[in-house]
């Protein structure tokens, strides 16, 4: 990669791009609404569970303008939801910036490990054991969605928790390869702990990106 492409990249004004599309979305406080998906390549968070493990390595995922990435949202949604990967591994000031200049509504998902960068609408914290998110993705976070794998992770979830501010939304979310088994044991959790909400992965219920 040649210095000009490393700094356009350090400016956030080029991104590993993986993939962009329109889709709905399926998980979360904003389920069922339509949104443009923006997924970056890069994460070295390393979830044994991930769908897109193909997204891990950003060199796979060449870097593409940023200015060109919003112009295709902009064709598209009122709503750009950005992920990877890690989205936060890379500067994210500018794109959502630039997004924000043309009236469309900006949010993230990520692990939360990484420097804050970007300025968000939405704030969707999900972290990952394996690496915990740092102090400012607590204080950011609108909603924190917690993977339900094991029956430990109801644990992990509830300390999770504890660190978010008040406004925060929290759901449980069951990990998609153990959701018969896990799916029982959060609707009673749920109905134990009433300051938790369900989040499922309708889209893949919907059979939809």
Known sequence: M?????????Q?????????FYTIQGEGAHTGT?????????????????????SWDANLHPPTQTDLIVANAKKYAETVVVTGGEPLMW?????????????IKTHIETSGAYKFSGVWDWFC???KKTKLPLERAYQEADELKMIIHNKHDFEFAEE??????????L?????WSKRDKMIPLIIDYVMNNPKWKISLQ???????P
């Open 34 to 54: 339509a949104a443009y998906f923006i997924r970056i390549g890069g994460c070295d968070v390393g979830c044994h569970w991930c769908d897109v493990k193909e």
């Open 160 to 169: 999770q928790a504890a660190k978010v501010n008040d406004k925060c939304l």
């Open 202 to 208: 309708t889209h893949k219920y919907l059979n939809i």
């Open 2 to 10: 040649d210095l000009k492409t490393q700094e356009l990249i350090k």
């Open 91 to 103: 500067s994210l000031d500018y794109i959502t910036t630039q997004l924000q200049k043309q009236q």
């Open 12 to 20: 956030g004004k080029m991104l590993p791009l993986m993939e962009e």
């Open 125 to 127: 914290l999900s972290p």
């Open 171 to 175: 759901y449980l979310q069951p990990e």
